[in-house]
């Protein structure tokens, strides 16, 4: 007996449990997913490498009706059989760099798969702030009622969006940098202690936990 | 000139500028609030010594027809003419101690003055989880859309929380704790690292910060 | 000359030395073992790589009356002859999660060597902490006389567990998180740091720490 | 309302809430001693200049048949009606220096409190070892069941006497030191880190979650 | 005897030794005044208590013609005869809250008296980033040759400001802030860790060094 | 869309984007070559073995008229068309140990990219100080306007030097050492904390941003 | 029974236990003093306020043929009757600033009563490197068998005067400093950190064991 | 270029330069070797893989008349033709563990190549201080000058072997354990924070150091 999946958090919190692959084996992975606990099931941080590992061990699925998507630049697994979840709110997700957009797109798999639409607006970062007006005035055009910013090294971003507009941000730092920089503290930090007060902050590297505070506000208030 | 108010700061972010007494003058308090950049002005982290200081030179601001509040638990000072924000969505507020209610009553306060209306339930930490059943309970009821929680040493209650809600929870950390926990990094890191997703934290001691955030969810809601 | 084993330590201390792998040459270990400084001989931290490499070479203990075994989830081996070591009191181990697993095994696998009976539940975490109830209700009714609890990320379980049951608790945090909680220390400063009195805590990932006081405070009573 | 007493705790885990004197102010702390939720009621960390504050205050309780202590080396304030809690066994406690000695009052009192016979020996430290022996032999001869060893500095003490006896150890770091020891990291990462295994630790300064600890290991057993 | 004052110090490195008062005695500074090592002396991190106590002992440097201005601010005593350094380039001084001021009056005090131009503007910081504007606008009509960017709490305003002009910048970071951002740390590694590369960056709170850096720097262009 | 290139930065700043590979999948670097936002374009921290990878992919440039440049030390690729950029000043670069010169080499590759002249001289470290003499002696000669000072372990080179040189001293970290010097921190720690004032710092191992600084120094001046 | 003072620590170790004040009350101190367990009795770490404190009540010492000697930039006390011991080796000790004395001073106090003779160099740090020849050069020319070397901020001063001399360096670094050298980590990292091998280093601002390894060094060699 | 070898080193401070490969490539190594600045040479920290990598190209030193000498287990290559320096004094070397082995070893391999007599006693750690009496014993008879302790975990060894002997002790703290211990934090600061006074402390794993600083304390009274 390796899980207790907690079956009715969905219920219970508006969001469901996920499987995160971190410190699990590849079997422990496989057995929760052919118990199918829940629907969809979705595991996060599952590398490529893992993916190949198991997908065949866990083909029967298909015969049982799942679908089995696997997002390569997210590391996300998804496996459900119904589709219909849907939400009328619109969030915005935005990154500082190129190298953010992993755990960007972490956020975006988790979001739509609920049901949220996304909009996105990569490699915007401060050091030249002019890119960073048009997706913002096209995302508050398009009414989105989140914003999450993705942002590793010196993670400024995310006070800078936060100072222009007037619906909430969540701010995600990512272990992107070195020196000082590695293990993103440094934008953990400086996202903590933004002087525009007001951003929800999430731990390093966790687009998951993002996408699951926007989804979770977005029950609440729709 | 000491200070350049960001007058439009409500405007673009739907929450106006707080003057943090932390690092400036007593003057420089003074001098901000006789140039009244703002209605309401509100200045946050003021002791109460530092508060009888300044009483008298700003008395003037009452003849102008301001009002002017002092909230000694919190720390906050408020001095406006106008009362007219009032929002729908109501906000809950937890403490896992009573060291925490400082802090808890600074995001109280913020709330209030923004037009929020605010359930609190105080002393219910996670050492003796049954006392947090009922007012959890009754905040559900009363149809809270947020709920904030405070708490220093382990910062459990928000995973705790978070784990029985389906509203969004905002994450406290306070700086209550000694030995390892001095500082309150202890608690921050717990709400960052919870294992239920979709906390939304903000720095150590800042209800502030996580009123603000409050608010600006709420009005890009309502 | 690599060791001077400390054969007298469990007359003196109630717990004999075992043997960490970690820092040795597997070398060194073999000839550890070949010159059986002890009954049992107990290896931790020994990867199934590394007992693969040395199996060989130690198979001449079997002919010495030796029975060998390799456990693969607690990385610990166990050469001894006799078995008839036996303790009356129940010890109880919780996970808070999947991934929390090996560590907890370390632990069961060194209990149950010495004499221990052991009463698991894995997986029972926070999040959803009404997982929590019907195990706990299990193991009093079992009377176990002591709780181990494991948990990584925030490290929480142990302090709701304790405000629970009137048996003593051990926590042991483990290093499973990333951002803050990478390495553990946000789990070990939550235990240390609990609101409910009376958690003695080990090392990190400690499994074997954690097993080797329930011994201790079992003997010293019974 | 500033508390929420956890009244039942003692019933649930066999050892009753008490009052963290830290970040409450001297008007809380009256009010919850004359709402007299428990018996005793003990208030830690309160320093000899709080004491004279609430003293006046909260002498009404002497009518109401309570006792009054306040152990001035301690910081411990007992408030009590009824004396008659007696356990079997005995707990020994060990300082490695002087200034460790308020650290292990705050335990031996709460000991006390509650029924344990305490048996002292201070100042012992390992750069002499040999003043060690002697004390250590007498508390053995004497039967105690559990040892609770108080360092600062390099905390080395518990790893020393850990090896020596075998009864348990429970380690409590103290905050005595500079430099690099200043807080007492130092000494409560050797404790954690000890090679003698099966320590239980417990947080910087922390004499009265040792005394908890010990306090529910021997309620368990007896 | 307590200081070997580096007379030559300017002649080697173009900028002469200042009196850190910082872990110094009063009677050291008096005595170093008093003995004039150099022209001018400059002695930096003197509070206003500190000079009151010196002011009278050092008052006969008067009679030997220097001057003695004491900044108040920038907590800076100047002693000089002789007024004739002056250089041709202007520096730039940006500070993005008003809490950031003495720092940056610190830096200013230094490069006035060693013959730079300074152009300031001050609590322009990166929650209203359009602040920034003018002031950035100006200094570069007004031909600065060198920004230095005085921030604390998240620190973002050097990299803002250099992804925005040509040239070189100098971020100081100061220990503004509380939480995460206690001591200037947060500020610190997010300029280090600057998505614009090629900032500068000295010690926290280190407004002196920023100046020195800037002086030394016009002397070998000039 | 992977990357939205700052193609303006040079005009703006003085210095244009660059690619840093950390974090980029070897697609995005090519799609990002390929597309050619500036000339030149400059790829830092690109290791031997993925410069191989991708080598092949971008060998069309050089039809296009592009040369392609990898410098195998300094891992930094240059792919650029023109190579008219000359500045008069020249800068010295040392290094306080052999291990420093990759960092050292990024500096100079980069410099020397823009048009710098860089005189070298490595390994003339402060365990033995008189080998820096002679080339500080010919450095001045040279009329070098600015000295980059790289070193790791203690990182006390650029101090010693700043104390007898009068151009400018920019100090680089690196994350040479082991123990306590692990990762580079002791390094950048004494170059930020120097009592010689006015050294420059940049990231650790960071000599793209001492390039960087240098190039932006010399044009405000030249 | 405050204490247990290790009255052979100096036969078996060749120095006596000295009493660290920190920590201890005042009437520890006296009453460690009135019972004079060793001669001479060296109490460190004692302020001018505390002596003040103590004075009268251990004045009595002197009618029983005690000599009693507070050195106030020192903070140490020394309690004697016998003035005998001499030792042949001399030490010198040199400090990076004047802000290190009094560090310098703990080790030299206890150094001249163990008989050693001291020859002093401060002042003379490593950002006018020049001033160090003269006095390291009488140093050698005098014969001394070891340096003392203190130095808070970037602490680089021990490596360079290992890299100069042929005799032992006892490094001690300062919490002098501040931003990032606060508490004097920097110092301490640089001085274990050193390119320059053979550094013996001791706990930051600890004079006293600078003092007390080079006495143990010079008796087990004379 | 790569290496500007310090040739005088050992003229001038008694200890030659050695040369570290960490962070050098094999040809910067074999490079140094085949230009032969000192005898011996000495390269530390090669592991077995890279002495094999370099082995066949510096084989030419034989033919010109070195000896070429490779301690595995140390990862210490020695080089040098001749063999005739010799001290008087002899030096013991402790761990506390198994796992400390090789550090320990590279401290002996020093110091036997430069002509010190080295007495050995390993795995005798403080969990059964009883197997630390004999050795200790030895090496007093056999009149031992100096001891150096190797220690991980919690560091203990030094001060409990510094409380009984009167010749100084030299501490290395080695980065073995894993945890709090991870990295050799845990032992270093209990041996700078030892409460036996008087320990010389050299960096994480530095046994080079430890050796060093023993030859020039035994240089500088022989
Ligand atoms: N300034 C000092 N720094 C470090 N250790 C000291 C100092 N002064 C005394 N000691 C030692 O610290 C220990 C003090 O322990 P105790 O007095 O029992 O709390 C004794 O072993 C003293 O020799
Ligand atoms: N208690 C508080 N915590 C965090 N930020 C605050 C607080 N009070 C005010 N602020 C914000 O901090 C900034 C203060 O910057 P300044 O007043 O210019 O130094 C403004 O953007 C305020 O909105
Ligand atoms: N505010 C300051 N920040 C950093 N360094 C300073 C400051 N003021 C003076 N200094 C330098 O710090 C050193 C002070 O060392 P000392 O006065 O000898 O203790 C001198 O080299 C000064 O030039
Ligand atoms: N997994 C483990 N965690 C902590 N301590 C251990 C572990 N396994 C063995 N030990 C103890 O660590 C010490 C090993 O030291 P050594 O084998 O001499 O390097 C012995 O005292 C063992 O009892
Ligand atoms: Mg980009
Ligand atoms: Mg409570
Ligand atoms: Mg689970
Ligand atoms: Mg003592
Ligand atoms: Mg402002
Ligand atoms: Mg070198
Ligand atoms: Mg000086
Ligand atoms: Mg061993």
Same mark, same amino acid.
């Given at each position: 007996?390796?899980?207790?999946?907690?079956?009715?958090?969905?219920?219970?919190?508006?969001? @469901?449990?996920?499987i995160l692959a971190l410190g699990k084996d590849d079997d422990d992975i496989v057995?929760?997913l052919?118990?199918? @606990?829940?629907? @969809?099931?979705?595991v996060t941080r599952l590398s490529p490498e893992r993916f190949e590992n198991i997908r065949e061990e866990i083909?029967?699925?298909?015969?049982? %009706?799942?679908?089995i998507?696997y997002n390569k630049r997210a590391h996300i697994l998804?496996?459900?059989?119904?589709?219909? !979840?849907?939400?009328?709110?619109?969030?915005?997700?935005?990154?500082? #760099?190129?190298?953010?957009?992993p755990?960007?797109?972490?956020?975006?798999?988790?979001?739509?798969?609920?049901?949220?639409?996304?909009?996105?607006?990569?490699?915007?970062?401060?050091?030249?702030?002019?890119?960073?007006?048009?997706?913002?005035?096209?995302?508050?055009?398009?009414?989105?009622?989140?914003?999450?910013?993705?942002? %590793?090294?010196?993670?400024?971003? @995310?006070?800078?969006?936060? %100072?222009?507009?007037?619906?909430?941000?969540?701010?995600?730092?990512?272990?992107? #940098?070195? #020196?000082?920089?590695?293990?993103?503290?440094?934008?953990?930090?400086?996202?903590?202690?933004?002087?525009?007060?007001?951003?929800?902050?999430?731990?390093?590297?966790?687009?998951?936990?993002?996408?699951?505070?926007? !989804?979770?506000?977005?029950?609440?208030?729709?």
């Amino acid at each position: 007996e390796v899980a207790r999946f907690d079956i009715g958090r969905k219920l219970r919190t508006g969001f @469901p449990e996920a499987i995160l692959a971190l410190g699990k084996d590849d079997d422990d992975i496989v057995q929760i997913l052919l118990s199918s @606990p829940t629907d @969809p099931m979705i595991v996060t941080r599952l590398s490529p490498e893992r993916f190949e590992n198991i997908r065949e061990e866990i083909s029967s699925l298909e015969e049982r %009706g799942f679908s089995i998507k696997y997002n390569k630049r997210a590391h996300i697994l998804v496996v459900k059989r119904d589709d219909k !979840i849907s939400l009328d709110s619109k969030v915005g997700i935005i990154t500082a #760099g190129t190298a953010d957009i992993p755990v960007a797109e972490e956020a975006r798999t988790i979001l739509e798969e609920y049901g949220c639409q996304v909009i996105r607006a990569y490699d915007v970062g401060v050091a030249g702030i002019h890119r960073l007006v048009q997706p913002l005035y096209d995302m508050l055009e398009d009414d989105v009622k989140i914003i999450i910013v993705v942002a %590793g090294m010196e993670g400024a971003l @995310p006070s800078v969006v936060a %100072g222009l507009v007037d619906v909430p941000v969540i701010g995600v730092p990512t272990s992107i #940098g070195y #020196g000082v920089g590695e293990g993103g503290f440094s934008a953990l930090y400086s996202m903590l202690q933004s002087c525009t007060p007001g951003i929800g902050v999430v731990n390093i590297d966790n687009g998951f936990g993002a996408a699951a505070l926007a !989804i979770k506000i977005i029950r609440a208030f729709e």
